[in-house]
């Protein structure tokens, strides 16, 4: 079934540690996004992709990178996690600029 | 970025219409509406998506009046599986990062 595929499902991390979310999409979309969400807070980007090799930071970007190699990958790094990182982290993916967007089933992060 | 209002949370029957509206007084003559469900441990599921007037598709209905300052999404006749949590976004389609969500609505469809 075409859709996004984020790895862990979910990950208990130890705070200065370096992690990477992974997201996956296998529906050729030329756009990527990574947003968090927090309880009483929706969701908020952190950064985008409009097509293989740009990034775009979005809301929230500090204390995470992104990078855009090729139009299926879309990876979500923390280089020195902190306790304000715990969060669901949602990826999506839309076609173009009129689609809606695609989500993976999230990530559950944990720093503790 | 427009700012986005929503109930925080509705009550409604099984088998009633249920009307949420979103509240996006600063939205830009770009941005367009767009409703997403949200079930538990999921991630976001797109309902439906409009410009302005009316969009309809096999779930829902979206009413955007013609300022487009507000947008209301439609759910005929609901059902026990329609519990979950919506979200209004108003996003600009000239340019992928420029997107603002609402913070979500709790719908409870009791039997």
């Known amino acids: 079934i075409a859709g996004i595929t984020q790895a862990p499902t979910s990950q208990i991390l130890a705070a200065g540690r370096r992690m990477t979310l992974r997201c996956t999409q296998d529906m050729r979309h030329n756009a990527m996004y990574w947003y968090r969400q927090d309880l009483g807070l929706g969701l908020r980007l952190i950064h985008y992709?409009?097509?293989?090799?740009?990034?775009g930071k979005g809301e929230v970007p500090d204390g995470y990178s992104v990078s855009r190699a090729n139009t299926d990958d879309f990876p979500l790094t923390l280089a020195s996690a902190v306790p304000s990182q715990t969060s669901v982290y949602f990826c999506?993916?839309?076609?173009?600029?009129?689609?809606?967007?695609?989500f993976g089933n999230g990530t559950r992060l944990t720093v503790t | 970025l427009a700012k986005i209002t929503q109930p925080i949370s509705m009550d409604s029957y099984e088998g009633q219409e249920v009307n949420i509206t979103c509240s996006h007084n600063n939205i830009a003559t770009n941005d367009y509406i767009t409703w997403y469900q949200q079930f538990p441990s999921q991630g976001p599921r797109f309902i439906i998506q409009?410009?302005?007037t009316k969009v309809t598709n096999e779930v829902a209905s979206l009413f955007i009046p013609a300022d487009r300052k507000s947008s209301t999404l439609s759910l005929p006749r609901v059902s026990l599986s329609d519990t979950a949590v919506y979200y209004c976004?108003?996003?600009?389609?000239?340019?992928?990062?420029?997107?603002?969500f609402g913070d979500g609505t709790t719908l409870t469809v009791k039997p």
């Open positions: 976004l108003v996003a600009r389609n000239t340019n992928a990062g420029k997107s603002t």
């Open positions: 999506a993916s839309r076609r173009d600029r009129d689609s809606p967007l695609h």
């Open positions: 992709s409009n097509t293989a090799g740009t990034t």
């Open positions: 409009g410009y302005k």
